[in-house]
């Protein structure tokens, strides 16, 4: 088998995949929000950073189920790792 067939076939699907993905949407405050089901939230893996203000995305499902991710701002979970060992 040619090997440009395969790495097309590749290059097709990862573009697809691409394709795939939601915009992210940034929260204003106040905005209305329809959120059925949370899927996942990340931030910033910071492991020894300063208890800060961080950037994290949150996706998530609406009540038509359409996949949708919203950028936010939030205190980084060292502060509330800090919190806990007081």
């Known amino acids: 088998m040619n ?3 395969v790495l097309l076939t590749l290059a097709a699907c990862s573009s697809i ?3 795939a993905e939601p915009p992210v949407e940034e929260y204003v405050y106040g905005m ?3 959120i ?6 990340t931030e ?8 800060r203000v961080v950037s994290a ?8 189920g359409q996949l949708r991710t919203l950028e936010y701002l ?6 509330s790792d800090i919190e806990g060992s007081l």
Do not use: F, H
């Open 3 to 5: 090997i440009k067939y």
């Open 17 to 19: 995949a691409l394709a």
């Open 32 to 34: 209305p929000l329809d």
């Open 36 to 41: 059925d089901k949370v899927v996942a939230i």
């Open 44 to 51: 910033p893996d910071e492991l020894y950073a300063p208890c």
């Open 57 to 64: 995305q949150m996706s998530y499902e609406d009540s038509t």
């Open 74 to 79: 939030r205190m980084s979970s060292v502060c």
